[in-house]
């Protein structure tokens, strides 16, 4: 498991995370992923391009898993 901190803002939209992270390619490549349900927070399939993520949080793309700290 990967770990990824947050800025002051105090979370990360996850489409911007999974760009950050070289997980895609483009924003557009991002929410297309999203969209198709091929990303997980928390165990859940999220649908929310610009889901904020907070501390705590465990995202699952392929088979990457990261942690919000």
Do not use: C, W
């Not at 947050?6 to 924003?27: C, F, Q, R």
């Not at 927070?41 to 949080?57: F, H, I, S």
């Amino acid at each position: 498991m990967h770990e990824f901190e947050i800025s002051d803002k105090g979370y990360i939209e996850l489409n911007k995370l999974l760009k950050v992270l070289g997980l895609v390619e483009t924003g557009g490549e991002a929410n297309i992923r999203v969209d198709n349900r091929e990303v997980k927070v928390n165990g859940t399939v999220e649908t929310q391009r610009r889901k904020k993520l907070r501390p705590g949080d465990v995202v699952l793309y392929k088979k990457e898993s990261i942690k919000i700290i």
